[in-house]
Nanobody, 123 residues
Framework: QEQLVESGGGLVQAGGSLRLSCAAS????????MGWFRQAPGKEREFVAAITWTGRSTEYGESVEGRFTISRDTANNTVYLQMNSLTPDDTAVYYCAARPGYLSNYDGDFSVWGQGTQVTVSS
C-alpha cells in the first residue's frame, strides 16, 4: 500500500529554518512526482513545491520561491522541503503528496497524501 509519512515540523522563530521530510514507500516513490502543499486555518490548501520523479525539474509556489527548496533522495525514498527565512505567514499544516507522471501544482492531480505536519512560525 502506498504511504507517505511527513516529519520535521515544529515551532520556529521568524527568520529561522526547518527541513521537512516525507518518507514514501518504494512503490510510491519509484515513478511518481512528489509535491508539498500547505493549509493554514481558515484558508484553502496552497501549492508549495513539486519535483519530478527524476529530480531534474522542480516548481515552486510564488510565496515560497527563493526561500524553499524541494529535493529527493532516491536511495532513501525520501523527499525534503528545506524552508529558510520563515515568516509567520508560513504557519500551516504541510502535506506531502504523490502523483503518477509529471509534476503539477494542482492538488487535485495528487492521489496519495500524507497525514501532515504542523509548522508554526512565531514573530
Amino acid at each position: 500500500q502506498e504511504q507517505l509519512v511527513e516529519s520535521g515540523g515544529g515551532l520556529v522563530q521568524a527568520g529561522g529554518s526547518l527541513r521537512l521530510s516525507c518518507a514514501a514507500s518504494a512503490r510510491t516513490f519509484g515513478d511518481y512526482a512528489m509535491g508539498w502543499f500547505r493549509q493554514a486555518p481558515g484558508k484553502e490548501r496552497e501549492f508549495v513545491a513539486a519535483i519530478t520523479w527524476t529530480g531534474r525539474s522542480t516548481e515552486y509556489g510564488e510565496s515560497v520561491e527563493g526561500r524553499f527548496t524541494i529535493s529527493r533522495d532516491t536511495a532513501n525514498n525520501t523527499v525534503y522541503l528545506q524552508m529558510n527565512s520563515l515568516t509567520p505567514d508560513d504557519t500551516a499544516v504541510y502535506y506531502c503528496a504523490a502523483r503518477p507522471g509529471y509534476l503539477s501544482n494542482y492538488d487535485g492531480d495528487f492521489s496519495v497524501w500524507g497525514q501532515g505536519t504542523q509548522v508554526t512560525v512565531s514573530s
